[in-house]
Structure formats: C-alpha cells, structure tokens
C-alpha cells in the first residue's frame, strides 16, 4: 500500500507532505484546489508521461516521491529482486524528477532506473480509476478487458494469442507453399541435383592438401632424382667424395691427440660431423629407392585437381568452401522436402489449430462463467443506484472464426428498468446511467484485483442523494480488502472514509503564481465543517453542521 506521497514544485503544489493509512482515504477541496494534481503528480511517480509544463513556475525541477509498504506482496519483492532493486526493509520508494530542460529522471529504492521498469513495478503497485472511464466502457475491446480481468484470465489469454499466432503463421506457409508449388518443385530438382554432384566430388580440404603435395614431387621427379644421385655422388661415391675426406682427416687427427689433447674437441665435433653426414647419405639413398616417375599416378593426381578446380569455378566457390557449399544445399533440399512439403505443412497447421482451438475453448468457459457471476454482481448494485428493476447482461457472441483474443465478441447489455429488454450499452443507456454501471463494474472487478492500492478520482460524477450514498459504501467496503484514495465533491462519499484530507488554496506572495496548494489531514471537527461546506456551499449554518455532524456519524458507525 501507499505509505508517504511527496509532492515538490509540482504545477501549484509548493510542497506536500502526505502519510496515508488502509482503508478508505477520501481527499476533497473547492474546484482549482488542487485535488487531480496530487493523482496526477502520483501518476508521474509510477511512470507517466512528464511535461515540463508541470513543473511549478519560477522553478528549475518537480520532485514527486512515493513510499510503499510491499511486505504482503510477494510478487512485487521478487520483481525487485529479479532487477536488482531489492530493499530489505519491506519497502518499495518510487522517485521522479522532472527538469526544466525536458530531462527526467527516475529512481527505484535510490537506483538510477529506465522509464518502462518505473511503469512495470506501478502497474504493480496502483491501479487508477479516472472519471471518464465510464467512456471507455462503450467499446468492445474495453468489455473484453473487463471481463478477462476479472475472470482472472491473463495466463489464459496470453496462451491462446501464442496459440493463435503459431497456427496464423503455419497457415500462412500453407498457403504459400500451395501458391508456389511449382517454384518448390524445381528449386527441389536442382538441389537434388546439386547435392548428388557435390556429393560424387567427394572432396574434403585435407585431400586438397595431399593433392598439392603429391602434384609437386611428381611433376618434378626427373629433377629430384638428378638432385639425389649428385648429392650422393659429392658425398660418398665420387672420387673426392666428402666422407673419405672427412674420414681420412679424422685418422690423422685422432694420430695427433697423443701429442696435444687440445685438438680433442674439435675431433669430438668432427667425429660427430662425420656420423650425420653418413645418416643424411643413408637417408638420401633411402629417398632415392623409394622415388620413382610414375607419369599414370601424375595424370590421376592432375586430371583430379582438374575436377575439383571445375566445380569450384562452377559453383563460384572458394576450393576449401566446396564442403561448405554441399551442406547448404543438403540443409535447403531437407527444409523443401520436410517442412515445405504439403503433408507436412497440412499436418502441423492442423495440430496447431486443434491446439489452439483447446485453449480457446477453455477461455469460453472462463469467460461463460466469469460473465454470470459479473452480470449478478452489477445488476444486484444496480438495484441500488437508481436503476431498480434494471438487469446487466453480458452477452459472448461467437466470431465467424477464431482470432487472437479466442471464439466471441464480448458485448455489455443493460436494462435500465423493469420490462425493458436488454440492449447494447451504446443504444440504451444514458450518460448518468453509464456513470453508475461504469463505477459499479470498477468496484467489482477491482475486488478481485491483486493491485494493493485503488484510487478513484471524482468517478462519483453525475449523481447524488441516496445513489451518492451507495456508492460510498461500496467503496467503503472495497476498502476492507484494499487501500482505497477517492477524489469526491460528495458530501455522502466523503463521510464513508476513514481517513479525510482537506486541498485548498491559499495566497502565497513568495511565487510568480502567487497561489499554492495545501493539504491537511482532518480530525473529527474538521471534518464535520468540510462535509458541512460540501453540503451547504459557502454558507455554513447551525443546521448544515449538525446535518453534516449527523452524516458523518451515521456513515463511521457502518
């Protein structure tokens, strides 16, 4: 619930400081008080829309500042937490600060946060009842959230547009797949086509490798075979070959050591010289058995680089990418043969809409049931509003087709009076008559709502006497189970609170304006003199007191 409301530098509004209780809050004033703004700046503060406009003149910022105690509201705690704007101390604080630049900033328990996080958490938090929202209830789509809303039926229809949308979107590629048949069936030849020829390749990046390197050695056999039996030659075999020299000249050097053990290093290398020279020699004569010109093999190995260079020119494709290239086309043939196939595409547009089809018949049954009891409950609060003998109907009026909001149109119908048959709200109901089921509809719907705190500004508009004072107690009474804040210019509402709060307007010489709104909490006494006002304008006699005394009386003691 709302805790503290503070209110800075907000259109007339120097300064307000406000600490609300449960239950019913009424806040009345004389008109141009001030009374909207303090719902206005609170709307601000949830995360509607700023203005610079709203920012009291002559000042550089509006401050708007909301405290909720959120202990009993697991869902808010865990959003919090989820976001990382956990309090442990069972608090939620929404801050909103509007620059005279067109800047605003937005706070959550002191962290720096986006506009849409600071609507997501006051969604949570407030739900707002305007005066004209009896006008919104002439359309359709209004009805339609009505009545889900208080069916309780959000997890329901968010299932059954998913639903919708999955079958839409198969029954589209049906049709599109019908429509380009042919098209499918030759993009299908050619990729078939393609697959069986990148296929028969049978090329992969390390045989290109192998290729490349077998082309090169046997393209120049003639030329390593010459290189080897030289080399052997001028190291083994000639008549000054290098290792009968390098031997004869370690004999002598191994002769010389017994004279001067200084020459054993450099025979030590020698020596050693002389070992790897006859491993290389072993090796090159290895080599050379094992080398042979096999002109077959080199016109194989060509004629395959050949193919392999063919096909990458063919397909306009890089060597290494040819493996690439076979799978693209294999993955494309799979999706026209698999889901682009009519039996296919049939079959799963069918389960989609029989799935669909499922859901949206269990929110029929939601919305049957919901509608009954809606239609009791607002006919029952007609019966006290001025409308005695008038019933509410709703109707579920079956689509041609199912779409994303399910099977029917949601239609509200009203008879005002006894032996009247129910028609449409737009054809039937006159504006005083709408204003009283409108607030009826708020009233009950709202006592199903998880939302904490409920504010209702002026939505007693339009009525008075005995209606007035039904709608108090139906307010009253919704007060038992939220927190309830209604804006009121009736004496018969206002004396149901439980808590009453005093706007005026006084002369404040300090400003550019000149004027600023002031709230007060009242205590009993004042309040018998606000209800007397609101009874007898601005002259207040003995008996507009004791009447105004006698009502408030009368109200507290229900």
């Not at 909720?68 to 801050?95: K, V, Y």
């Not at 839409?168 to 042919?182: A, C, D, F, G």
């Not at 669909?356 to 019966?383: D, P």
């Not at 939302?451 to 307010?475: K, N, Q, W």
Request: charged letters at 20%; hydrophobic letters at 40%.
């Amino acid at each position: 619930m709302l805790t503290h409301l503070t209110i800075q530098n907000f259109v007339i509004v120097e300064r307000i400081e406000l600490s609300l209780e449960p239950g019913f809050t009424v806040l009345t004033g004389e008109t141009g008080a001030g009374k909207s703004i303090l719902i206005d700046a609170l709307m601000l503060a949830l995360g509607g829309k700023s203005d610079t406009d709203q920012i009291r003149q002559g000042c550089e910022r509006a401050e708007i500042i909301a405290e909720f105690n959120i202990e009993h509201l697991p869902d808010t705690q865990r959003w919090l937490q989820e976001n990382d704007l956990a309090d442990d101390s069972g608090s939620c604080i929404l801050r909103r600060v509007i620059e005279a630049n067109g800047r605003s900033r937005h706070f959550i328990n002191g962290i720096s946060v986006a506009l849409q996080q600071l609507r997501a958490i006051g969604d949570q938090l407030v739900d707002i009842h305007g005066q004209h929202a009896h006008q919104s209830l002439l359309r359709s789509d209004a009805q339609r959230a009505l009545l889900d809303g208080f069916a309780g039926n959000d997890a329901l229809l968010a299932q059954v547009k998913a639903a919708y949308q999955h079958w839409h979107s198969l029954n589209q590629q049906r049709l599109t797949w019908e429509i380009n048949q042919s098209a499918f069936a030759q993009e299908k030849e050619q990729l078939t086509w393609q697959v069986d020829e990148l296929a028969n390749l049978n090329f992969n990046p390390q045989e290109w490798q192998s290729l490349q390197a077998d082309h090169q050695r046997l393209s120049h056999s003639a030329s390593l075979q010459a290189a080897v039996e030289y080399s052997i030659d001028q190291l083994s075999e000639g008549e000054a070959a290098l290792l009968g020299q390098l031997q004869t000249a370690l004999t002598r050097l191994r002769q010389a050591l017994d004279y001067d053990e200084q020459l054993q290093s450099p025979y030590q290398l020698l020596e050693s010289a002389s070992v790897q020279l006859q491993e290389g020699i072993h090796e090159l004569k290895h080599y050379q058995k094992r080398l042979d010109s096999d002109p077959q093999r080199l016109q194989d190995v060509e004629e395959r680089i050949a193919a392999i260079h063919a096909m990458a020119r063919k397909y306009r494709s890089d060597i290494e990418s040819l493996p690439e290239r076979l799978q693209l086309a294999h993955d494309r043939l799979q999706v026209i043969c698999g889901e682009y196939s009519g039996d296919n595409l049939i079959e799963a547009e069918a389960s989609a809409r029989q799935h669909y089809e499922a859901i949206a018949q269990q929110l029929t049954l939601s919305r049957t049931g919901a509608a009954q009891s809606l239609a009791k409950q607002v006919t029952q609060s007609m019966q006290n509003l001025a409308m005695a003998g008038g019933i509410f109907v709703i109707n579920l009026i079956p689509a041609e087709q199912g779409n994303a909001n399910g099977f029917e149109q949601i239609e509200f119908q009203v008879s005002p009076h006894k032996d009247t048959p129910a028609r449409p709200l737009t054809k039937v109901a006159s504006g005083g008559e709408l204003s009283r089921i409108s607030l009826a509809i708020q009233v009950i719907t709202s006592k199903v709502s998880r939302v904490p705190t409920l504010i209702f500004d002026e939505v007693d508009a339009g009525i008075g006497g005995r209606v007035a004072e039904m709608v108090g107690t139906l307010l009253k009474q919704l007060g038992s189970a939220h927190q309830i804040l209604c804006i009121t210019h009736l004496p018969q509402v206002a004396a149901m609170g439980d808590q009453h709060w005093l706007i005026t307007k006084i002369k404040d010489a300090k400003h550019a304006q000149g004027i600023s709104s002031h709230i007060d909490d009242l205590d009993q006494q004042a309040r018998v003199e606000e209800i007397a006002r609101m009874l007898g304008g601005a002259t207040i006699t003995t008996i507009t007191r004791q009447h105004a005394a006698e009502m408030l009386q009368k109200c507290q003691n229900r």
